[in-house]
C-alpha cells in the first residue's frame, strides 16, 4: 500500500507504479485508497485505470474508526496505521509514498523471516535514544525500556512494514489505540515510527518481532541536486535511505528529503550520485549537520565528511567490496554508477515523472495498496 497527500505525493505513487509494473515487472494487485469522492476526479481515475492494469478504487472515508477505540478526526501520521488497519489483505507490505522498490518486493513475503515469525521491520540510521524516542513514554505504558534490555538496539525507520495482520491483530489494535491519542504519544517519538515497537510490546509480543539486521545506506547528492556523476569537493545531500532485503540485496529507497521527491509543482529535483556503505548512528551523527538550501530543510553532509575518492582505488567498481573498506570519515560515497542495476532503475524513475508531469498535473490525496495473491499485498499509507 502506497500514502499520498496532494500533488507531490500522488507524483510519488504514479512512479512507484510505473518502477513497479514496467521496471520491475511486479504483477501485485494494486488498490488506490483515497480519502472522499473529491479527491480522486474521474479524470484521474480514468488515467490511472487506463495506465495500470489490475488496480482498484476504495474510498477510506467510507471506512470509520472502529467504535471501540478513540473516535478523532484522521490526519498527518494516523492516517498511515488507519489504512494499514481497514486494509482487506491480510498479509501487507506497506510502503510510504515516496518509498520506491528497487527490486521486485514479492520476494518479501516469501523471505525465512517474515514466514515464521509474520512480520518484517527495518532500522534507521539513528538509535532515537533520547531524542526524539523519549523513555518516559515506556515508564508511561509500563514498558521496559528497550536499549537497556537489548543489545543493537535500532529504532524504526518506517517508510515500509511487512506484517501478517491475521496473526498479529492484537498489533494492530494497540498501533491504531496508541497512533489515534497522538495528542499525547508524539510528544515523546517522531510521529508514528516507535509506536510499532511499542505495540507489539504492548501486546506481548516484543520477541516475534522481526527487523532486518543490516544497516541501511544513504543515498546521496552533491549539493547542485546531483545526476552529474559526482563532485568529491562538493557537499553532500542525503536524498533518501536505501533499505535491504535480509538477503543483504538493495530493496526499498525512501526519499526522505523534500527536494529528493518528484513534486509537479517544482521541475528540479535532487538526483543521486552517490550510495553511501552501511550508516549506522555512529556515522549519522558524526557527518550530519542541518541546513536550509533551495531544495528545502534537508540533511547535508560537509565534503570531509564522505569519502569518495578511496572507492576509486580502493574497490573500483565493485561496490559491495567497499563496505570492507575503512575510509578517512568512515563513511565511503560510492559512485552510482557502480550500482548498474540501481542507476537504471533510477533512470527510469526521472523519465516516469518527466512523462507525469506531461499528463498528469493532479492535487489529490490518495493510498495505493498491493497484495501478492488473493490476500496478501502492498500498501502506501498517506502522510
Not at 100 to 110: C, E, H, Q
Not at 118 to 144: C, E, Q, S, T, V
Not at 190 to 199: F, L, N, P, Q, Y
Not at 282 to 297: L, M, P, R, V, Y
Request: with cysteine; proline share 7%; hydrophobic share 40%.
Amino acid at each position: 500500500m502506497h500514502s499520498a497527500s496532494g500533488a507531490k505525493h500522488l507524483a510519488n505513487t504514479w512512479v512507484n507504479l510505473q518502477v513497479l509494473r514496467k521496471r520491475l515487472q511486479c504483477a501485485l494487485p494494486v488498490e488506490l485508497v483515497h480519502n472522499g469522492p473529491e479527491e480522486v476526479p474521474d479524470d484521474k481515475r480514468k488515467l490511472f485505470e487506463g495506465e495500470f492494469t489490475n488496480i482498484r478504487f476504495v474510498d477510506a472515508s467510507l471506512v470509520p474508526i472502529p467504535s471501540h477505540h478513540r473516535q478523532t478526526k484522521l490526519e498527518s501520521y494516523v492516517i498511515k496505521v488507519h489504512a494499514l488497519y481497514i486494509t482487506s489483505f491480510d498479509e501487507v507490505l506497506m510502503l510510504d509514498s515516496d518509498n520506491m522498490p528497487l527490486a521486485d518486493p514479492s520476494s518479501l513475503f516469501d523471505t525465512p523471516a517474515y514466514q515464521a515469525f509474520g512480520n518484517l521491520h527495518w532500522p534507521d540510521f539513528a538509535n532515537d535514544i533520547g531524542k526524539p524516542l523519549d523513555p518516559n513514554i515506556f515508564r508511561l505504558l509500563g514498558l521496559r525500556i528497550p536499549w537497556r534490555a537489548e543489545t543493537g538496539f535500532r529504532a524504526e525507520e518506517s517508510g515500509q512494514l511487512l506484517i501478517n495482520k491475521a496473526r498479529h491483530a492484537d498489533v494492530l489494535e494497540y498501533l491504531l489505540f496508541l497512533n489515534l491519542h497522538s495528542h499525547i504519544i508524539y510528544d515523546y517519538m517522531w510521529g508514528d515510527k516507535d509506536s510499532v515497537r511499542i505495540a507489539y510490546a504492548l501486546a506481548g509480543k516484543e520477541g516475534l518481532r522481526q527487523q532486518v539486521q543490516w544497516t541501511p545506506r544513504m543515498a546521496l547528492a552533491d549539493h547542485d541536486g546531483g545526476g552529474k556523476g559526482g563532485d568529491a569537493a562538493s557537499r553532500k545531500l542525503l536524498v533518501g535511505v536505501i533499505q535491504h532485503d535480509p538477503d543483504a540485496r538493495l530493496v526499498l529507497m525512501h526519499r526522505v528529503t523534500p527536494g529528493a521527491k518528484f513534486d509537479p509543482d517544482r521541475k528540479p529535483y535532487m538526483k543521486v550520485d552517490y550510495i553511501t556503505t552501511p550508516a549506522g548512528p555512529d556515522e549519522f551523527w558524526a557527518t550530519e549537520w542541518q541546513a536550509e538550501s533551495k531544495w528545502g530543510g534537508t540533511h547535508e553532509w560537509r565534503p570531509e565528511s564522505v569519502d569518495v575518492t578511496t572507492p576509486l582505488t580502493a574497490c573500483p567498481g565493485e561496490p559491495f567490496k567497499c563496505d570492507l573498506v575503512d575510509g578517512t570519515a568512515g563513511l565511503l560515497g560510492i559512485p552510482i554508477a557502480w550500482f548498474e542495476d540501481l542507476q537504471q532503475t533510477l533512470h527510469f524513475s526521472y523519465q516516469a515523472f518527466r512523462s507525469y508531469r506531461k499528463r498528469l498535473p493532479a492535487t489529490v490525496k490518495t493510498h495505493v495498496r498491493a497484495r501478492k495473491h488473493g490476500t496478501d499485498g502492498i500498501v502506501v499509507p498517506n502522510r
